[in-house]
T-cell receptor, first 112, second 114 residues
Framework: QKEVEQDPGPLSVPEGAIVSLNCTYS??????FMWYRQYSRKGPELLMY????GNKEDGRFTAQVDKSSKYISLFIRDSQPSDSATYLC????????????FGKGITLSVRP | EPEVTQTPSHQVTQMGQEVILRCVPI?????FYWYRQILGQKVEFLVS????????KSEIFDDQFSVERPDGSNFTLKIRSTKLEDSAMYFC????????????FGSGTRLTVV
């Protein structure tokens, strides 16, 4: 089983739709959970992070972590064409120097 | 907003040649990383660097790879003898203390080995 698995894409939605992006993981040592956004030929940009289980909301974005199910989600409300990008989940163990383990990413296209 | 700067943005090299990829991390950050992303694949960890030494390296980071922080501002990744399979985007990242989620990534160097 891969350490981090992300729903395959691509995903195309109409403007205004609610988008749900998901990842599962197998390593119970992961404590920090992140979502990155990546535009073509650019570096990943941190969008949301959550420590351990719970929800976190930032504007139109909500990140959820369910450690019991080893499942994380990112919800985007009222999606906009500018949200079109590749979304990567990533996670790490505790420790100041811990590396990130990424999912493969899903490409989202929001149609005007 | 502070950013991580990588140069060059694109490098084409012949197989067997040495390449050096350069990064200027955020000035008050202490932890530095290299990741790579082969086209269509995951972003993969290569190496982490702290206090002028390697803290952790992946299986990918074999003897052909080395990292250096030569002057307190630059952070370099050297590939001694490039192979076709080294073709990828290479990302430098850095974080400060007490925030192991708050990576800042550079825009990457696209390495093409021909």
């Amino acid at each position: 089983q891969k350490e981090v698995e992300q729903d395959p894409g691509p995903l195309s939605v109409p403007e205004g739709a609610i988008v749900s992006l998901n990842c599962t993981y197998s390593n119970s040592a992961f404590q920090y959970f992140m979502w990155y956004r990546q535009y073509s030929r650019k570096g990943p940009e941190l969008l949301m992070y959550t420590y351990s289980s719970g929800n976190k909301e930032d504007g139109r974005f909500t990140a959820q972590v369910d450690k019991s199910s080893k499942y994380i989600s990112l919800f985007i409300r009222d999606s906009q064409p500018s949200d079109s990008a590749t979304y990567l989940c990533a996670m790490s163990k505790p420790g100041a120097n811990s590396k990130l383990t990424f999912g493969k990413g899903i490409t989202l296209s929001v149609r005007p | 907003e502070p950013e991580v700067t990588q140069t060059p943005s694109h490098q084409v090299t012949q197989m067997g040649q040495e390449v050096i990829l350069r990064c200027v991390p955020i000035s008050n950050h202490l932890y530095f990383y290299w990741y790579r992303q082969i086209l269509g694949q995951k972003v993969e960890f290569l190496v982490s660097f702290y206090n002028n030494e390697i803290s952790e390296k992946s299986e990918i980071f074999d003897d052909q790879f080395s990292v250096e922080r030569p002057d307190g501002s630059n952070f370099t990744l050297k590939i001694r003898s490039t192979k076709l399979e080294d073709s990828a985007m290479y990302f430098c990242a850095s974080i400060g203390t007490g925030a192991n989620y708050g990576y800042t990534f550079g825009s990457g160097t696209r390495l093409t080995v021909v």
